[in-house]
């Protein structure tokens, strides 16, 4: 059987000045049965258009702040470096692919980014703007499970998984502030931040705040979230 194709959308290093890629992301697709392919960067809409209709799936990853241009709010002391070309990309590309109704699923920054690309806003640095004592960003090793999750049992996750907890990794200190009003929850971190994320009437637009790319060999429940993001680009 053929395999999906899956862009994955490149991680940015401007002091290197290169693209790159954390292995976690392409091997955990790679084991769930996708083949991946990391794009290119750019904000040429016809390339961008050329590459949706090629690609079976796009996986948005992590990286750098969302700027916070993107939801129309002042620049925080405490936010960190942003990419703008690749916020251009990603906004671009998010259209396309949900015209196309190609599969889409979002990883840390990736559930910033879809948040606040689709109408809502950013706590910019949860340490200043949203003290709590649960650790949204941890020490490593990265693929231990540092706080639990509430899902939405009604929710896609909710079904797939068939759990009420999760216990997950974290290494963020952005997060969805005001969720966007085309977007539905699927997970809520122990202090009430919202963790998953998708898009209704969608085929596959799914986002979670944790690391599925760092756990997904010692975790099932990691493992299970690619398998249906692969499954979804199969057409399954």
Same mark, same amino acid.
């Given at each position: 059987?053929?395999?999906?194709?899956?862009?994955?959308?490149?991680?940015?290093?401007?002091?290197?000045?290169?693209y790159?890629?954390l292995?976690?992301?392409?091997?955990?697709?790679?084991?769930?049965?996708?083949?991946?392919?990391?794009?290119?960067?750019?904000?040429?809409?016809?390339?961008?258009?050329?590459?949706?209709?090629?690609?079976?799936?796009?996986?948005?990853?992590?990286?750098?702040?969302?700027?916070?241009?993107?939801?129309?709010?002042?620049?925080?002391?405490?936010?960190?470096?942003?990419?703008e070309?690749?916020?251009?990309?990603?906004?671009?590309?998010?259209?396309?692919?949900?015209?196309?109704d190609?599969?889409?699923?979002?990883?840390?920054r990736g559930?910033?980014?879809?948040?606040?690309?689709?109408?809502?806003?950013?706590?910019?640095?949860?340490?200043?703007? @949203?003290?709590?004592?649960?650790?949204?960003?941890?020490?490593?090793?990265?693929?231990?499970?540092?706080?639990?999750?509430?899902?939405?049992?009604?929710?896609?996750?909710?079904?797939?998984?068939g759990?009420?907890?999760?216990?997950?990794?974290?290494?963020?200190?952005?997060?969805?502030?005001t969720?966007?009003?085309?977007?539905?929850?699927?997970?809520?971190?122990?202090?009430?931040?919202?963790?998953?994320?998708?898009?209704?009437?969608? @085929?596959?637009?799914?986002?979670?705040?944790?690391?599925?790319?760092?756990?997904?060999?010692?975790?099932?429940?990691?493992?299970?979230?690619f398998?249906?993001?692969?499954?979804?680009?199969?057409?399954?």
């Amino acid at each position: 059987m053929k395999k999906p194709l899956i862009g994955i959308v490149p991680l940015i290093d401007r002091q290197r000045e290169s693209y790159w890629m954390l292995p976690g992301y392409m091997l955990g697709i790679e084991e769930a049965g996708g083949l991946p392919v990391m794009l290119p960067l750019t904000r040429d809409e016809r390339e961008l258009g050329q590459l949706t209709d090629t690609v079976d799936g796009f996986l948005f990853a992590g990286g750098q702040d969302v700027s916070p241009r993107l939801y129309n709010a002042p620049r925080s002391p405490f936010c960190g470096e942003s990419c703008e070309e690749r916020d251009e990309m990603e906004k671009i590309l998010l259209s396309l692919a949900t015209e196309r109704d190609k599969p889409i699923l979002g990883i840390c920054r990736g559930i910033q980014f879809l948040n606040a690309a689709t109408g809502g806003d950013l706590y910019q640095d949860l340490p200043s703007e @949203r003290p709590t004592g649960v650790t949204h960003c941890q020490a490593p090793p990265y693929d231990r499970p540092v706080h639990t999750v509430r899902l939405l049992p009604d929710s896609p996750l909710g079904r797939l998984l068939g759990k009420e907890t999760l216990a997950v990794n974290s290494y963020h200190h952005q997060a969805v502030k005001t969720l966007s009003p085309v977007l539905r929850p699927m997970a809520y971190s122990e202090d009430g931040l919202v963790e998953g994320v998708f898009l209704p009437d969608a @085929r596959f637009v799914w986002a979670v705040q944790w690391h599925p790319e760092l756990s997904y060999r010692t975790d099932e429940n990691s493992r299970r979230i690619f398998q249906a993001f692969v499954a979804a680009c199969r057409g399954d």
